[in-house]
């Protein structure tokens, strides 16, 4: 399906395959538009899913004439590692891929696209590298420990999280505290967009009751640099692409172009 889908769209793709700091292989693709631009934007999936998870997003870019990485995440698809750590190790991973694209590619302006797990993992790895000049964040959570709160809640309240659950919710951090070697209160997009002002567009969708709209409000208002905030009405979890779909291409087409307009 996947290669049905470029094909159409006169795009092409190519394995790459990055070793992260501590060996794990991570593996996805470079993909090509028919005309590239000379700008590059990382895509990173939800939990539980796989690149193939942001082939809607990818069209769109694609259309537009950027070129993209689509990797599978540590312990999703066919990368490797016995755990997500949800940005902690992540961050790093996706310091190796910049790496790897910037020996190969040159990009002239680099930027991030991130899907729930996914776009706090790309905020974070914003945080420590420069090379990435922006992110387009949906779904994303604030930190670790507050999203786990709105999961025990059974995603729609999350102060049972905080009450009744809340030593259910510890036990169950704790124990991906020691499998992965990070504590929770490390795990944080908030405190990463406070950290480097790097431009921001954070996009929340009305009815999200799996990461409320209050987790990019929350990274919304810790943002020291140039930011943006949409909240999507009548949207479900991460699903802003098929709600707006025309505001969406035309709200990150504008975010992206203005990145570009910055690093000339």
């Known amino acids: 399906m996947t290669d049905s889908v470029l094909r159409q769209i006169g795009a092409t793709r190519e394995d790459f395959l990055v070793h992260a700091t501590d060996g794990v292989l991570l593996r996805g693709w470079k993909v090509r538009p028919r005309d590239p631009n000379g700008d590059w934007v990382?895509?990173?999936h939800g939990v539980s899913d796989n690149r193939t998870g942001m082939l809607g997003q990818a069209q769109?870019?694609?259309?537009?004439?950027?070129?993209?990485?689509?990797?599978?995440s540590r312990h999703h698809g066919e990368s490797g590692g016995s755990i997500a750590t949800f940005g902690w190790l992540e961050r790093r991973d996706v310091q190796c891929i910049v790496n790897a694209l910037d020996a190969a590619d040159n990009p002239r302006t680099l930027s991030a696209?991130?899907?729930?797990?996914?776009?706090?993992?790309a905020l974070q790895a914003a945080g420590i590298d420069q090379r990435i000049s922006g992110v387009v964040a949906e779904s994303s959570f604030s930190d670790l420990r507050e999203v786990t709160y709105d999961y025990a809640g059974f995603q729609w309240m999350p102060?049972?999280?905080k009450t009744i659950f809340r030593p259910a919710t510890w036990t169950a951090l704790s124990k991906a505290e020691k499998e992965g070697a990070f504590f929770a209160e490390d795990v944080s997009p908030e405190r990463a967009v406070a950290t480097r002002p790097f431009a921001t567009l954070l996009i929340c969708d009305e009815r999200d009751h799996t990461i409320p709209c209050r987790h990019s409000q929350r990274i919304f208002e810790a943002a020291s640099g140039p930011k943006e905030l949409w909240k999507v009405p009548g949207a479900d979890h991460a699903s802003a692409?098929?709600?707006a779909p025309a505001e969406y291409e035309r709200r990150v087409i504008t975010f992206l172009t203005s990145l570009d307009a910055i690093s000339r």
Do not use: E, K, P
């Open 60 to 72: 769109l870019l694609l259309r537009h004439g950027y070129s993209l990485v689509m990797m599978d």
């Open 159 to 161: 102060w049972l999280g």
């Open 241 to 243: 692409l098929g709600a």
């Open 113 to 121: 696209l991130g899907s729930s797990m996914g776009a706090s993992i």
């Open 42 to 44: 990382l895509l990173f």
